[in-house]
């Protein structure tokens, strides 16, 4: 298997088990609440799901960053316009940047 595959599907999936903790974070009790009703959620603390979060999180960066070094010739290639300039600010990349969604 390919070491680009590798780091594509592990960025991936730790995006999703970043996105599930922050969701489940997101719905603890608040404070010390959660200790003093020994909240859990699928059996994990709230200070347990913390650290999952945390440490999937940083697996996360660091996959990305891999991520980025592995194809970083598909993504200048694919920025680059026919006479192989760089070309960032395109008409597509312009009306993305100006529509009311993106403030």
């Given at each position: ?11 991936a ?18 404070g ?9 959620l ?7 799901w ?17 991520h ?14 026919n ?6 600010f395109?008409?597509e990349?312009?009306?993305a940047r ?6």
């Amino acid at each position: 298997m390919k070491i680009r595959s590798v780091v594509s599907l592990t960025s991936a999936l730790s995006f999703v088990v970043t996105v599930v903790t922050s969701v489940v974070l997101y719905i603890v009790p608040q404070g010390r609440i959660a200790y003093w009703a020994n909240w859990r959620l699928w059996g994990l603390t709230k200070e347990q799901w913390g650290g999952i979060h945390i440490n999937v999180g940083i697996l996360f960066i660091i996959g990305l960053g891999f991520h980025i070094y592995y194809n970083w010739k598909p993504m200048m290639t694919y920025l680059k316009n026919n006479a192989r300039n760089l070309k960032i600010f395109t008409k597509e990349f312009n009306l993305a940047r100006s529509s009311p969604w993106c403030s």
